[in-house]
């Protein structure tokens, strides 16, 4: 027996435009997510520090602690440690922004050719659950500043990353 009657499948009413802003956010905290986690092994094993057990656990503030102590030991280089906690805070901040496009409903009103009309001044993006209820307007171009943020911080974890093998500049040397 079938649980789908009728309605066979739900179509997203949202714009071209609006599913690519929505998606830029998530790809890029999918490579935040990846360069921040091969980061903290590399400083693991190049500064002979044990790998925190928060390391393995799946939500994401645990595997960010696991990153902020893999800065911590004593062999850690002032630049390096100086250069993560820096990014981390600047993760911190990304990650209450992405939290609500990406876990938030997203709601529009398109053209019938399907694109957000001009005059549209915002995006609804809410969520209802007990312990994380929201309700905030995004314009388009606000979306897309939140996958740009999340871009420079990811060119500036990767830079790290390259230092820490040796393949780029020592961090702050700007």
């Known amino acids: 027996m079938s649980l789908r009657r009728g309605m066979s499948r739900l ?41 925190s057990d928060r390391f393995k656990k ?28 820096k ?16 876990h938030g409903m997203a709601s529009e009103y398109t053209t019938a050719e399907g ?14 659950h007990p312990k994380h209820w929201f309700a905030e307007r995004f314009t388009l171009a606000e979306i897309g500043g939140i996958a740009d943020e999340i871009a420079d911080i990811n060119g500036d974890l990767l830079n790290l990353y390259f230092y820490l093998y040796e393949a780029g500049p020592r961090p702050g040397s700007d």
Request: hydrophobic residues 40%; contains cysteine; aromatic residues 8%.
């Open 58 to 85: 799946v939500p994401f503030f645990e595997r960010r602690e696991a990153f902020r102590e893999s800065l911590t030991g004593p062999s850690v280089p002032p630049e390096v440690k100086e250069a993560g906690l």
């Open 115 to 128: 694109q957000l009309p001009e005059e549209a001044p915002s995006i609804l993006v809410a969520r209802e």
């Open 11 to 51: 179509q997203l009413s949202l714009s071209s435009q609006v599913l690519v802003a929505i998606g830029s956010v998530s790809a890029q905290w999918a490579t935040l997510e990846y360069y921040m986690a091969r980061t903290t092994l590399r400083c693991a094993e190049k500064f002979q520090n044990p790998l």
């Open 87 to 102: 990014l981390i805070d600047q993760i911190k901040v990304a990650e209450q922004r992405r939290h609500i496009i990406i």
